[in-house]
């Protein structure tokens, strides 16, 4: 089993590498929107080795949750899962007094999963999170947005080729008006991520350079927009293999699960009544 987890971690890293050297990165994001709930090194793991899977559960879970089987034959999805464990550790104090202090660390596990292609049985309610592009969902989710946004929204027009912009002195973003829908949002996803992560205060990425901080920006609004099932297939990525040239593959991995948590927390909000 030891065995196991080393290769799968090799393969891991190589994957990692891969996402961000190649032409994949927009493709890899719209797939981590469906699995936001995974770790951004489970997401790799699952779109190596099937990257057509839009739905995945444990064999038992299948049967259990969804009522479905997996089917005869079919070959398991290999992902880590975490173990949670402790152990008490003699320590002594600066009087000379022996105390026990609890350890706790994490271990991994090789475990399996399926996709729904790969499993049959009754049918899954199917989640309602396509954008049909009316008016109605557009406002609905625009108002979301602007609810879920750590500072105040304001449409108005400025002498910029920018479509929006996130103030941190001033705490506000602005929105250029009269842009298209699909345009509206993705530059309000966009300026809301700048606006959580990179804000003077306890913005988890505040101290990134600002090349990063505009990959993780826009990389949140095309996963979100993936979720909600809007095209995005006019989104820039090129510039993602230079940024990420030179960086370690934990460096890269620890930005992909602060892009992931960031997508999973505002795809939440919105999908919340
Ligand atoms: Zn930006």
Known sequence: ??????????????????????????????????????????????????????????????????KRNVKK???????????????????????????????????FRTTYVFDISQTEGEDIPKFVNDLTGDVEQFDDLVK?????????????????????????????????????ELQTLKTLIHEISHAILHNDEDGEQKDADRHTKEVQAES???????????????????????WSAGREVKELTASMDVIRNTAKDIIESLKAA
Do not use: H
């Not at 979301?144 to 108005?156: A, I």
């Open 1 to 66: 089993m030891a065995k196991d987890i080393e290769k799968i971690t090799e393969e891991l890293e190589q994957g990692v590498k891969d996402v961000f050297t190649s032409e994949q990165y927009a493709e890899y994001l719209a797939f981590v929107s469906k699995f936001y709930n995974y770790s951004a090194n489970n997401c790799i793991l699952i779109w190596m080795q099937k990257p057509d899977a839009s739905l995945v559960a444990g064999f038992k879970a299948w049967q259990t949750k969804f």
């Open 73 to 107: 034959g079919e070959k398991g999805i290999q992902i880590l899962a975490p173990c949670p464990k402790k152990f008490t550790k003699k320590v002594t104090d600066e009087d000379g007094n022996e105390t026990e202090k609890v350890i706790n660390y994490t271990t």
């Open 144 to 180: 979301k947005l602007v609810e879920l946004s750590p500072v105040p929204v304001n449409f108005e027009k400025f002498e910029s080729p920018a479509k929006g912009y996130y103030d941190r002195a001033e705490g506000k973003i602005v929105v250029q008006p009269d842009m298209s």
């Open 220 to 242: 949140v609004a095309y996963t979100v927009c993936a979720a909600l099932g809007i095209d995005t297939s006019d989104y820039s990525f090129g510039y993602v293999a230079s």
